[in-house]
């Protein structure tokens, strides 16, 4: 048989999903999986693709099966996998072999492996690839990092097995290092925001207006058809009017609210604070998942603290404003991830493409969106923050009074908005030209001499007449 061009380790959901992209779009494939009866089993269900697709059971197999200089892309669980499929790697390549690592990789994980790799002398790629087993078979976005010499040498294949956005393929080369495992992090920190927002959206049609979820479902299908289309949206629509075969039920009312996560909004929250960037809607929406799982805390509160009622008076939030306050939280969510994502760029020496990440992430990933593609407009003229973008401030100024309105209904109510209140309080101190920072400046020299600038002076290092006062 043939060469392969490209070799796919790790035959799980994604690995078996992307190996048969690979193939369906005209590329001979090599693979092989740590346990080689799923090989067996993959290959029996590959179907006609079979035919381009090299099975091997051995490691030395499979990087014999590789037209040098080799194409490995590694599909196993981020972390020690990974590292100890690359150990276990190293001695059959040779210089100039190439390591693509496709799975959620820490991008801290991914910088370190690219200067092993260099060290070796063969070269590593860092891939973030959304959209899940579906997008892995006919389309994800792909977020690349590492050298572009090796982006270049693979592009061709990746671009192919991407999502397409009218005719333009959802995967891009970020930058060197750990750059697309970043961009994939935020994407996911994003995706942990826009569906906390949602779910907001959703209590407070149910609780607050007693709405079953066939009329929730209703309200998210219209929605998907304006300004929030998107696959999340779109798909709570589908979840909402399911029901559960067992018992009859809408679907949504027989699953536990505990949400689950893997840690890659919780990797966003951390990389932000680490470079003081502020996103507080994805910090709420972390921590309302880590608050979701505390079934029993929230039981004995519940007992605890009881309400009379959690209704939202007749008419306080309308469908508009509802839609309204999404609209507003969802442009300060992404506002914020941009400005991680511009933070970060700096502070690794990337030169993140803005407009390009918007454009990726327009097809293909979980958080794709009609909103997407005016974003990659408006970032093309580098705004300090997207909302100052002409197109996104006129959106912001039309539905800020909904989101405002919605979030004092819900608080008077006593439900629950962590992500809209952010989102609010965000944008209320980004247009405060004078906050109150003075204060804490003026506690911080009182108590640990720390010092201040003055309004009327360019200078550091000024104090209060307090400094000796006190400790006199
Ligand atoms: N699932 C998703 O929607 C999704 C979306 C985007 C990214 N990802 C990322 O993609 C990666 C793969 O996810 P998945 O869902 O495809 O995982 P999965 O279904 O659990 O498959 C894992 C694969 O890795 C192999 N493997 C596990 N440990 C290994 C080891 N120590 N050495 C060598 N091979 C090993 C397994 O082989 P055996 O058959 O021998 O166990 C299996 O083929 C992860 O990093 C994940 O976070 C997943």
Known sequence: MAQAEIGLIGLGTMGAMLSLNIADNGFRVAVFNRTTARTHEFMQDAGPLAERIVPTETLEAFVAALTPPRNILLMVPAGEAVDAQIAALLPLLDKDDLVIDAGNANFHDSKRRAVDAETADHLFLGIGVSGGA???????????????????????????????????????WMGAGGAGHFVKTVHNGIEYAD???????????????????????????????????SYLTEISAEVAKATDPETGQAMLDVIRDSAGQKGTGRWTAIEAQMLGAPVPVIEAAVAARNLSATLDLRAQGAALFPRETRSLPEGAVTDEMLEGALIAGKILCYAQGFDLLARASSEN??????????????????????????????????????????????????????????????????????????ALSYFDTLTQARGTANMIQAQRDFFGAHGFRRLDRDEDGQHGPWLNQHLQ
């Open 349 to 422: 020496g990337w030169d993140l493409p803005m407009p390009a990440i918007a454009k990726v992430w327009r097809a293909g990933c979980i958080i794709r969106s009609a909103m997407l593609d005016d974003m990659a407009s408006a970032l093309e003229d580098t705004p300090e923050n997207l909302i100052f973008a002409p197109f996104f401030a006129q959106h912001v100024r039309a539905n800020m009074p909904h989101l405002r309105q919605v979030v004092i209904a819900a608080q008077g109510a006593g439900l629950p908005v962590p992500a809209m209140s952010a």
């Open 134 to 172: 579906e997008g892995a078979r006919f389309g994800p976005a792909i977020m690349g990092g590492g050298p572009r010499a090796a982006w270049d040498r693979v592009a061709h294949i990746l671009e192919a097995i991407a999502a397409d956005f009218k005719g333009t393929p959802c995967a891009t």
């Open 195 to 229: 569906m906390q927002l949602i779910a907001e959206t959703y209590g407070l049609m149910r609780d607050g207006q007693g709405r079953d979820a066939t009329s929730c479902a209703e309200v998210f299908a219209r929605r998907n058809e304006g300004t929030l289309q």
